[in-house]
């Protein structure tokens, strides 16, 4: 075709647009590299909130003074002396402290220190952590199974397929033929789900709720069901409790896990074709005692968050959970195993007696029926050390969570010496991890022991503990020592890494993560926390770091390092429940 004068003005117009968007391209970079931070200067990339306690970690130097400016216009807004240096054996770092915290105008900021550099730039705000917050929620619906996924908007490519929509008995389940267990959220950076650790999720998520709600309520996840009427937080949460009921047998009994018999490659879900298959323990009962006893207090919390929302729904779970409650009387510590020939994730405990009383406590503060109470009174004193640790529960040890419960509902009818005893352990070991922390160089309540597999979850815990405490008796320093432990998540620490991704200026990149893997997106999903430095170095990744490292720096962003790199849901929850804490 013959090109018009017409056509030759718009395309000389068009190499003209071209040039100038170049131009401006240009330019943003230049301003992104004027704006890049330096690793030595380990601030929360995300910010803090203005009345707060404002630290800084600054690798030392020779410089005694740091100025924080405002980034608009670099303008110097607080001017401090940075703290005596001090060693931190857990890293091996010479670091002092930058104190800004009377600074406390809303506006986003870096801090400078002469010789050093400048740190990412991070804000003050009442409504800092929101986004992070949405985004730490919203991952859940990212992990959804059995169903298609579009995070859309401004997270456009973040898609994946309707997955795994079969599923079938494995001989280990005792039942034969297909299975109708469909749904749910795949538990990790694999495609696996496992009741176990969907049920310490779902308590932290629901518990979140309970304790946090009026902050919760009103934050709208763009989720297929927004709009509905009931809280986006429980509709989330929901998608995957309909699946972990399903798991429950007729006889009130439920399966432990529900995935193929070896992990699938780095594949999106819709590609992953293994058999999905519900595992049981092998022999009669075929279920296992911590799944049961597990979805009785998970389905005992629903019975009493979704009644305005949904009272059909919460009967249902408390039909669930009662069932579930009856049936580890009668069997009332089988464990669960890998039978031979599966390999996927194994959530193996020995002692289910924990995870029995978290269900009896929470069956009590729904139901206030003294049969669940007795059963509470007559075990508790099992576990009450457990609160004395110094340690955050986790999947396995759930005995602090229904000691918590237990004080959080007290009735007239509880037992009042265990409900003396439970707060006064519980506010004496926060005292201690307040203490603890306030010594630490880095400000994180996290000690040598704590860089396990999954420390980053230690760490959100530690914040959980702390908040609980916080509700049992209002105390200023447990809120200040659970938000330390956000800001080790979210930049302030040995790396400078913000450990949640696509949040803070320099997030971690490679999570191992099937999706974030096999898709074609220049960034990993958002808004999933890492599983963070392991000194344990289950993976060749780890292994190969060199060795003799302090515990807190054997960490790589590889997607390889499962051990070290991998997301979860039950820290994934761990962390929502500390972001919504401390919401304003
Ligand atoms: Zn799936």
Redesign the pocket.
């Known amino acids: 075709m013959r090109k018009s004068p017409g056509a030759r003005t718009l395309l000389l117009a068009a190499i003209l647009l071209i040039i100038l968007l170049a131009t401006v391209s240009r330019t943003q970079q230049n301003v992104q590299g004027a704006d890049r931070g330096t690793v030595r200067i380990k601030v929360d990339q995300v910010g803090y909130l203005p009345h707060a306690s404002k630290l800084a970690v600054v690798d030392r130097s020779t410089a005694t003074t740091f100025e924080v400016k405002r980034a608009s216009d670099d303008r110097t807004m607080f001017k401090g002396v940075l703290g005596p240096p001090r060693s931190d054996a857990d890293t091996g770092d010479s670091v002092q402290l930058a104190d800004f915290s009377r600074l406390d105008q809303v506006g986003a900021y870096y801090v400078d220190v002469p010789g050093v550099g400048r740190s990412w730039t991070f804000s003050i705000r009442p409504d800092v952590y929101s986004r992070t917050c949405y985004l730490a929620m919203r991952a859940f619906y990212g992990q959804?199974?059995?169903t298609a996924v579009d995070l859309g908007g401004e997270f456009r490519g973040y898609v994946h397929a309707r997955?795994?929509l079969k599923g079938e008995f494995h001989p280990s389940s005792g039942r034969p033929g297909e299975a109708k267990q469909i749904g749910g959220w795949?538990d990790a950076g694999d495609?696996g789900r496992y009741v176990v650790n969907s049920a310490i999720t779902m308590g932290t998520l629901l518990w979140a709720f309970e304790l946090f709600g009026p902050r919760l309520r009103s934050m709208k996840l763009n989720i297929p069901e927004s709009g509905n009427g009931v809280p986006d937080t429980l509709n989330e949460a929901r998608w995957n409790l309909e699946w972990m009921l399903l798991m429950q047998d007729e006889d009130g009994g439920v399966w432990h896990k529900q995935t193929s018999e070896n992990f699938a490659g780095f594949v999106m879900?819709e590609d992953?074709h293994l058999p999905?298959k519900v595992i049981g323990t092998g022999q009669e009962p075929y279920k296992s005692t911590c799944a049961t006893a597990d979805l009785a207090a998970v389905a005992a919390i629903a019975a009493r968050v979704y009644p305005p929302f949904d009272a059909k729904f919460a009967a249902r779970n408390l039909e669930a959970a009662r069932k579930a409650w009856f049936w580890t009387g009668k069997y009332p510590n089988v464990v669960f195993k890998n039978p031979p020939g599966i390999t996927t994730g194994e959530y193996g405990d020995i002692e289910c007696a924990d995870e029995r009383l978290w269900a009896a406590a929470e069956l009590w503060r729904t139901t206030g029926e003294a049969v669940y109470n007795q059963y509470f009174v007559e075990h508790y004193r099992e576990y009450q050390a457990s609160l004395d640790r110094l340690t955050p529960e986790g999947w396995k040890d759930v005995a602090a969570m229904g000691l918590w419960t237990y004080a959080l509902g007290a009735r007239p009818e509880s037992d009042s010496d265990a409900l003396a005893d439970i707060q006064n352990r519980t506010l004496r070991a926060a005292r201690g991890i307040v203490e603890r922390t306030r010594k630490s160089p880095y400000r994180v309540s996290l000690v040598a022991r704590d860089f396990v597999w999954g420390s980053n979850a230690v760490a959100a815990n530690y914040g959980m503990e702390l908040l609980v405490a916080n509700r049992m008796a209002g105390d200023p320093g447990f809120v200040e020592v659970a938000l330390d432990n956000l800001h080790y998540l979210l930049g302030r620490n040995t790396f400078s890494i913000s450990w949640v991704t696509q949040v803070g200026a320099n997030p971690y990149h490679h999570p191992h993560h099937r999706p974030s893997g096999a898709d074609r997106n220049p960034e990993p999903w958002p808004g999933l926390l890492a599983g963070g430095p392991n000194a344990g170095r289950q993976d060749p990744v780890l292994l190969n770091l060199p060795a003799g490292l302090p515990a807190a720096k054997v960490y790589a962003d590889e997607q390889a390092s499962y051990a070290g790199n991998e997301i979860a849901i039950n820290w994934q929850a761990a962390l929502v429940f500390l972001l919504a804490g401390v919401l304003r």
Request: aromatic share 10%; charged share 20%.
């Open positions: 959804r199974c059995g997955c795994h795949h495609y879900p992953d999905s």
